[in-house]
């Protein structure tokens, strides 16, 4: 079928379904929806059989939906209405929440319903339970509500408020004033709330005279103080005291009052001249209680699981040495096998836009952020003690992707969604990606996916190589550890390693690895440093969140 996305965005679930359908042999094209004329156009030149809403904040035209049918996916359950449908379902305490697929007609999320899946409810941020619980029921129900459109019998159901299963209402949009803190409240209802707001808008609040919006929340369960008064920072994250506890929040961004950073930053990044007497407390390895963690290590049946649980998936330069660190350790034990685990929401983004972008000389940031994720994998690829498995649980993108390729052995969870790509932020790209993407698809894809900025399902990079398995959530765990402990525990584990040290041997004979460093840092140089400041004007773009056709305000050129 001919099948044309309507979106706002070709955010996370957007890109996710269009894999997914793609992977099912439908031509599918997306148009992002910036006006009604753009929408019309669309339909008139792709000419669809069928129109899908992944993620579209406007209505869709009556010229439209009167002569096609167009559905949308909404993340509510049914009888659900409103724009701020997950915020509500985290702040009401939802227990079941869901995803229907509706007909687009006058009334906004009041059409014929063609699907809904429910999902159990979990404490995690509303951009998390996006990407992971709604996009896989969302899946479920455009995979149905495809199959009935084709039956061509199927008639949607009218939405009736009197049906026992109709148990949603329609909701207000959610404003600040609804979720604001009082910092006497309890951790659990502060959470609660910054998760609601988590990624979009974030939770607006005043730390030190100042209004900010809060991201990445974390509830700490060893300090107690007076509610409101930050008391300790870790990594880029600060402590604040709530009326029984306390929560980390790793990243603030500064209200928009035509000031020059409107960003999510590091939080101590961004109120350092304050916090010069609140203690740095790192995180200590094997803390039972809850607390914030980015980069921490397991053990267990001669495996040594590496977390690195980074916001975003974004790697500063910082990050990227520790994280290396960290690796280096995990090397130093009497294990076979290591897991690179990545973080439950991200694997990894590769270097971090956002503080380069706040750095004083951003070139010069970006070359050091480049040169610490690529020492980083510089010290997976040498590996010559340990078998590497890279286990990545979510999304992945440029050189984050690459990253994970530097181990042995890849897995994935097989919802996710890779970008092995850097073209659209202007980026020649490093990485060690000229060796290592080669290395397993062959030149011609790997000329093929980064220039055409290609995304790939788990499924169609596990048909070309790209990764080795896929694990659906279910099975992913205990698959991963089964993996990794035969691998410990065999004696293949000694002919692997005696193979991996060969074939390294012989590569390097071929090509050294720092040739092709040094090749590709040679193109981002240039990148960084040349007068035609493509990257640098994508990258703001990126970082404020500008669309195509917004121009990029003065104060921030
Ligand atoms: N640095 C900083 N922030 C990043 C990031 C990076 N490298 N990659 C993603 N993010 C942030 C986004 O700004 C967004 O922030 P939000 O919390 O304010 O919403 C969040 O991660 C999710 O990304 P988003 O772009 O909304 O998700 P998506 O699913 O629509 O797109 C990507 C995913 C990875 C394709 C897109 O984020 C991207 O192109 N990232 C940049 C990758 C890159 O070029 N890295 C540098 C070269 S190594």
Not at 185 to 207: C, H, M, N, V, Y
Not at 322 to 347: H, N, P, Q, S
Not at 407 to 435: C, F, Q
């Amino acid at each position: 079928m001919r099948i044309l996305f309507l979106s706002t965005a070709h955010n996370s679930l957007s890109q996710r379904a269009f894999v997914e359908l793609r992977d099912l042999g439908h031509d599918v094209y997306v148009q992002i929806a910036s006006s009604n004329n753009v929408m019309e156009e669309a339909v008139k030149v792709y000419k669809p059989d069928l129109i899908i809403a992944p993620f579209l904040k406007k209505y869709i035209p009556e010229s439209i939906w009167s002569k096609h049918t167009c559905i949308i996916i909404h993340p509510g359950i049914k009888g659900d209405r409103g724009p701020s449908s997950l915020d509500w379902a985290i702040l009401n305490e939802e227990e079941k929440w869901g995803v229907i697929l509706l007909q687009a007609n006058e009334n906004l999320d009041a059409g014929d319903i063609w699907a809904s899946q429910n999902f159990t409810m979990k404490a995690v941020s509303k951009s998390n339970l996006y990407r992971h619980e709604v996009s896989d029921a969302a899946i479920k129900c455009l995979l149905e509500a495809i199959e009935k459109f084709q039956s061509k019998k199927f008639i949607p159901e009218k939405l009736d408020y009197n049906h026992n299963d109709v148990k949603g209402r329609e909701h207000k949009p959610m404003k600040q004033g609804y979720r604001s803190i009082d910092w006497t409240e309890s951790t659990a209802t502060i959470a609660k709330k910054i998760r609601s707001a988590d990624s979009q808008p974030g939770l607006l609040d005043t730390i030190y005279g100042e209004e900010y919006y809060l991201y990445g929340v974390h509830e700490e369960d060893n300090f107690k103080g007076k509610p409101g008064e930050i008391i300790a920072k870790r990594n880029g994250a600060i402590c604040r005291v709530t009326g029984d506890g306390a929560v980390w929040i790793t990243h603030i961004k500064m209200k928009n009052q035509g000031k020059y950073i409107y960003y999510k930053l590091p939080a101590t990044q961004i109120l350092n001249k304050h916090l010069k007497d609140v203690p740095e407390l790192p995180y200590e390895n094997n803390t039972k209680e809850r607390t914030f963690k980015e980069i921490w290590y397991e053990e267990q049946n001669n495996v040594g699981y590496l977390y690195f649980e980074f916001y975003n998936g974004a790697m500063s330069t910082d990050q990227c040495t520790r994280l290396k660190e960290a690796y280096i350790e995990a090397k130093k034990r009497d294990t076979k096998v290591i897991v690179l685990m990545g973080g439950a929401d991200f694997w990894s983004n590769g270097i971090h836009l956002n503080v380069i972008e706040s750095s004083d000389n951003p070139a010069d940031e970006s070359w050091s952020n480049i040169n610490a994720i690529d020492d980083l994998i510089k010290e997976i690829i040498l590996t010559n003690t340990h078998i590497v498995i890279s286990a990545m649980r979510g999304n992945a993108a440029a050189g984050g992707v690459m990253l994970a390729l530097a181990a042995d052995k890849v897995v994935a969870l097989n919802r996710i969604v890779l970008n092995p790509h850097y073209k659209k932020m202007g980026l020649y790209g490093s990485e060690y990606w000229t060796y290592l993407l080669p290395k397993r698809i062959g030149i011609e894809k790997a000329i093929e996916i980064t220039e055409n900025c290609i995304t790939l399902s788990t499924k169609s990079a596990k048909n070309i190589g790209l990764i080795d398995s896929t694990f659906d959530e279910v099975n992913f765990k205990n698959e991963l550890v089964k993996m990794a402990e035969e691998l410990a525990i065999s004696s293949l584990c000694k002919n692997m390693l005696e193979q991996k040290r060969y074939k390294r041997k012989e590569d390097e004979n071929i090509k050294p690895l720092e040739a092709y460093r040094k090749e590709e840092l040679g193109k981002m140089w240039d990148n960084f440093y040349s007068h035609n400041e493509i990257y640098h004007t994508a990258r703001k773009r990126f970082v404020y969140k500008l669309s195509c056709v917004e121009e990029l305000p003065k104060n921030i050129i």
